[in-house]
């Protein structure tokens, strides 16, 4: 995008990433009445041409109600 901010005008960032997923379409695992649907875990690195890096990692669960 463009600015008129002289700033950020060489402003360069990059995010790279990947992602696993486990999903049990038949919720076997149960945890109290609350069944098992799916496991997500995510990496991200974010690197700035102004020196700042990153690592970012994201967990979720989701859980179907028997």
């Known amino acids: 995008f463009y600015t008129s901010d002289y700033d950020l005008s060489k402003f360069n960032a ?3 990433g990947f992602g696993i997923s486990y999903t049990d379409i038949f ?3 149960h945890l109290f009445k ?3 649907k799916s496991i997500d875990l995510k990496y991200n690195y974010y690197k ?3 020196g700042l890096k990153a690592n970012i990692i994201a967990a979720g669960i ?3 109600l028997d």
């Open 34 to 36: 609350f069944g098992l």
């Open 27 to 29: 919720a076997k695992f």
């Open 48 to 50: 700035r041409n102004t």
């Open 62 to 64: 989701k859980f179907i």
């Open 14 to 16: 990059n995010q790279y």
